[in-house]
């Protein structure tokens, strides 16, 4: 079982960046696939970026492709999510969630996940 903790939300200009951090309990971290996922008001939950075990492999929608970047650092148990060039469409509660997999494909579907962090807020202000 693993435990997630999102950090770094907050209010932010169009046009800025924040980086979101996710801490994750206990000692096996590298055996999941990590994923963010973004849900604004009277909107579904949907993905903004997942990555692998390994960190080698990511995946993003269009609609962030080239403005957001996820990262990991297996030795920290933390994964991350730069977002850059922010709008105000991007205004959301972001959660990290964590899937256990064995090999090194990572997840882009919701209801795969297993573990969800409590969220954090981002509002980009126009």
């Known amino acids: 079982q693993v435990q997630l903790v999102e950090s770094g939300g907050g209010l932010v200009q169009a046009g800025g960046s924040l980086r979101l951090s996710c801490a994750a309990s206990g000692r096996t971290f590298s055996r999941y696939a990590m994923g963010w996922f973004r849900q604004a008001p009277g909107k579904e939950r949907e993905i903004v970026a997942a990555i692998n075990r390994s960190g080698g492999s990511t995946y993003y929608p269009d609609s962030v492709k080239g403005r957001f970047t996820i990262s990991r650092d297996n030795a920290k148990n933390t994964v991350y999510l730069q977002m850059n060039s922010l709008k105000p469409e991007d205004t959301a509660v972001y959660y990290c969630?964590?899937?256990?997999?064995?090999?090194?494909?990572?997840?882009?579907?919701?209801?795969?996940?297993?573990?969800w962090g409590q969220g954090t807020q981002v509002t980009v202000s126009s």
């Open positions: 969630a964590a899937v256990e997999r064995y090999g090194l494909a990572y997840e882009a579907r919701e209801k795969q996940y297993d573990y």
